[in-house]
């Protein structure tokens, strides 16, 4: 009975890893507009979060190239301000996101280091534009978003963001299109909702960065907290 048992325990993890693999690979050749307007790396990552990396590996390979300047950090997004890693970087466990955000820096400053928080609002600071002096910067003129001051009532000064800060990434809440795992395998299509996204300040209008650290508000149906990914000057080693 033990053998028998095991026999069709056997046969039902084979017929079940066939049809796993059955469905991504029907999920890469339908002819649906879903994935045909999508790029080679979205469809990759869409793969990915319905199977597995080893899945999304066989069915869209990488290119040669892609392969070798592939390098993204990825972060669990966790309490307290963590230090994080020039170039590319995917953040997980963001709340109303659809999935993992991500975001290419590079550094404005000299010497500096890049740091992600997560924030109650009210943050209790003020941001002015500057520009960075040619003396601290990669190149002249350089315009950036800069913490001008901390105010007691916010969770900002509380937290470790300090005067002279950049902002050079913030969550902001906008409406998107969301597909849900179960709906994509019935091939249904999605459906707008509120979400989530990391706007890079670099080449924005201020106004434009101050509407969007704001739109994470409660006021305007977000979830009350912001994701902030800062500059942050540093002694030349």
Known sequence: ???????????????????????????????SPFLADRSRDERRDLIRQLFDERTSERLVPRTKEAAETKATD??????GMQTLRWGATRLVDVDL??????ITLQPLLRSSEVLGIRLDMPLGLLLEETV???ADAHEAGLPAVAVAELLDQGSAGQAGVKTGDLIRATTFLTMAMSYPTWQLMLGGVGKP???KQL???DGQP???VL?????????????GQVVLLLERATSPS
């Open 1 to 31: 009975h033990n053998f028998l048992a095991g026999m069709l325990c056997g046969r039902a993890f084979v017929q079940q890893s066939l049809l796993h693999t059955a469905c991504a690979a029907a999920l890469v050749r339908c002819p």
């Open 74 to 79: 990825v972060q669990m997004l966790q309490d």
């Open 97 to 102: 996101a659809s999935g993992p955000l991500e």
């Open 132 to 134: 960075i002096a040619a």
């Open 193 to 195: 909702s509120l979400q």
């Open 199 to 201: 706007m890079p300040t």
């Open 206 to 208: 201020f106004d434009q």
């Open 211 to 223: 509407t969007a650290i704001s739109s994470n508000g409660q006021e305007r149906q977000g979830n």
